[in-house]
């Protein structure tokens, strides 16, 4: 069983940047494709990015194409969500996913998530 535990979330001012983290317990990560998903209360849960296995092709949603950069460092079973030029609408929990295999936009094909992590974007 791989457990996901994300951090880096908070309050920032509108134009601020965020990082989150996601480490990934047990061993073959690399096996892993990795993503990131994204929901406000009330609302359905929103694909935000993914990256592969080896970290060489990376997907964006395109709202946040631009200013957010997904990132993996397969030696210490972490992914990352760099986020830019925050906006008010990208207040939202923040959720890591993994899945076996090859990476996916649809959420029903991840195996494992995390708690989230609360982003807050005030105007």
């Known amino acids: 069983q791989v457990q996901l535990v994300e951090s880096g979330g908070g309050l920032v001012q509108a134009g601020g940047s965020l990082r989150l983290s996601c480490v990934a317990s047990?061993?073959?990560?690399?096996?892993?494709?990795m993503g990131w998903f994204r929901q406000v209360p009330g609302k359905e849960r929103e694909f935000v990015s993914t990256i592969s296995r080896g970290g060489g092709v990376t997907s964006y949603a395109d709202s946040v194409k631009g200013r957010f950069t997904i990132s993996r460092d397969n030696a210490k079973n972490t992914v990352y969500l760099q986020m830019n030029g925050l906006k008010p609408e990208d207040t939202a929990v923040y959720y890591c996913?993994?899945?076996?295999?090859?990476?996916?936009?649809?959420?029903?094909?991840?195996?494992?998530w995390g708690q989230g992590t609360q982003v807050t974007v005030s105007s």
């Open positions: 996913v993994a899945k076996i295999g090859g990476s996916s936009r649809l959420q029903l094909e991840y195996e494992y």
């Open positions: 047990g061993r073959g990560f690399s096996t892993y494709a």
